[in-house]
């Protein structure tokens, strides 16, 4: 089974340049007596790469056999990710990418397997986390819109409204990296 440039839509796992990628974004146009065109964005889920393409005319494209499996985050040494399957207790060290930072030690997260190897992990778009550090909000202080700077438990920094204090659980947006709301 292939996919036509009219099934290409964000989210889908496609198979380009022999590796795994997820369509981010796509366009679809067609001119008077062309053939139809879908410009697209996509990220390669081993390398973390984004890029922008092309693809014209009645061209299909391959999807990616990728699978997803329930993991458990151990710890990171040596440039690893290590985790654990709770079923059978198996060990897997994937790559750090972006998303290392919400990570915290026995999350469970899903590891992205294709062709039988962990190239990845996902995280859910939302997750709860425990405030460490947080410097007091002063009031009449606008010059950041109502905002202050925070430590969460993984050790990550984001901007947090000023009434946020350090004990709190908040809900953070791990695509975006902002704050969503208190827990």
């Known amino acids: 089974m292939s996919y036509s440039l ?5 989210g889908l796992k496609i198979e380009f340049r022999g590796e795994p990628f997820q369509v981010i974004e796509a366009r679809h146009s067609k001119m008077a007596r062309s053939m139809g065109q879908a410009q697209v964005k996509i990220k390669n889920l081993i390398s973390g790469e984004i890029i922008n393409h092309s693809f014209a005319g009645n061209q299909t494209i391959e999807p990616a056999e990728v699978n997803f499996r329930k993991f458990q985050f151990l710890y990171e040494s040596a440039g690893q990710l290590f985790f654990m399957d709770p079923q059978n207790f198996e060990q897997i060290s994937v790559k750090p990418s972006e998303k290392k930072k919400w990570l915290k030690p026995s999350q469970e997260v899903d590891l992205i397997f294709w ?3 962990a190239i990845g992990f996902s995280l859910p ?3 709860s986390l425990k405030v460490k550090e947080a410097d007091p909000g002063l009031r009449g202080d606008r010059q950041t819109a109502g905002l202050k700077k925070i430590t969460l438990e993984t050790g990550a920094y ?3 409204p000023l009434f946020i204090k350090p004990g709190d659980k908040i809900i953070v947006n791990t ?3 902002e704050y969503v709301k208190r827990n």
Do not use: F, Q, S, V
């Open 125 to 127: 778009t939302k997750i």
């Open 175 to 177: 695509d975006t990296g």
């Open 115 to 117: 062709e039988e190897r």
């Open 6 to 10: 009219a099934e290409l839509k964000p």
């Open 158 to 160: 984001i901007n947090a």
